[in-house]
């Protein structure tokens, strides 16, 4: 394990559930989108929706499912499918109440701020998503799990070998993603949990106290900051 560094915390960030809802977006396109561009009855577009959540709770991408459950679809449709998709979840996207402040607020205590979360179906995208919904210029260090390390506990090793911070907080929506790491990462490095909930739930429920959970990124920050001289 490389050596810390006294004074160093770094403030490691999910993005979707954690400082966006980029969720409303999906039921729009599976209702709608979907059915006019793939001919699916209304009763198989809600079956898809659910599927979709079925999905997100197990960490599938869309071309890992898609090809199996929507009828007819080919190569070239899934590209088309797959715009649309991320042009709807993208203009319904919001940033989260209090995630601005909060971010500032941890700059302003000089916390070292990344985002580690992985990538979106369409390759180079998490970036740009992160410029437009203005939030970018937040984070000191950009990894992109899938493009620039292959699992999130990568991502966090890196961080650590390249910083060597006195403390380390990654937080997640996902108590899955958080398991992962727990059995992969030291204890050293904090897991945390964002409270988080969409059109169906069970994605983001969580065994009760196998994380440390948290309302919002405020609450995260505050919890950090009192073990700060």
């Given at each position: 394990m490389t050596a810390m560094n006294s004074g160093i915390i770094i403030l490691a960030l999910d993005y979707d559930g954690v400082l966006v809802d980029s969720y409303r977006g999906i039921a729009d396109f599976y209702r709608r989108d979907l059915r006019e561009l793939m001919g699916v009855s209304k009763e198989e577009a809600d079956f898809l929706l659910y599927?979709?959540?079925?999905?997100?709770?197990?960490?599938?991408?869309?071309?890992d499912w898609w090809f199996k459950f929507i009828p007819g679809l080919t190569e070239e449709k899934f590209d088309e499918l797959i715009t649309r998709y991320w042009e709807r979840?993208?203009?319904?996207?919001?940033?989260?109440?209090?995630?601005v402040e909060a971010l500032k607020l941890a700059r302003s205590k000089n916390m070292l701020i990344a985002h580690v979360g992985y990538r979106d179906d369409i390759y180079g995208l998490k970036r740009e998503r992160l410029e437009y919904d203005g939030l970018a210029g937040f984070f000191d260090e950009i990894i992109v799990v899938g493009e620039d390390a292959p699992t999130r506990h990568d991502a966090i090793q890196l961080l650590i070998e390249k910083h060597r911070p006195t403390r380390i907080v990654y937080v997640d929506d996902?108590?899955?993603?958080?398991?992962?790491?727990?059995?992969?990462l030291p204890p050293s490095v904090?897991?945390?949990?964002?409270?988080?909930?969409?059109?169906?739930?069970?994605?983001?429920?969580t065994p009760s106290g196998l994380f440390m959970e948290f309302r919002n990124l405020s609450e995260v920050i505050r919890f950090i900051l009192r073990d700060v001289k």
């Open positions: 599927m979709e959540y079925l999905s997100e709770g197990i960490g599938l991408m869309r071309e979840r993208i203009e319904e996207t919001v940033v989260l109440p209090g995630v996902k108590a899955q993603n958080l398991y992962v790491m727990s059995k992969r904090e897991l945390f949990k964002i409270s988080f909930s969409s059109l169906w739930d069970f994605p983001w429920k």
